[in-house]
């Protein structure tokens, strides 16, 4: 019974490793068309180490 229960479990996560490697997912993914590629593009964004020497306000 023991061994049965370490195929199961042995199978059930390199199921999961599998999932997780091919990034599938059980319902689709939301993507938002306008999002900023990087930090620099995103305005809102908390960029202090861009801002060396830069005192602000």
């Known amino acids: 019974m ?3 229960y370490g195929i199961l479990g042995t199978g059930a996560l390199a199921g999961l490793f ?3 490697f091919v990034g599938w997912s ?3 993914v939301d993507q938002l068309p306008n999002a900023p590629a990087n930090i620099r593009n995103n305005p809102a964004a908390y960029r202090s180490f861009y ?3 830069f005192r602000g306000k």
Do not use: D, E, F, K
């Open 2 to 4: 023991n061994l049965l």
């Open 18 to 20: 599998w999932i997780q």
């Open 26 to 28: 059980p319902t689709p």
């Open 51 to 53: 801002a060396v020497g």
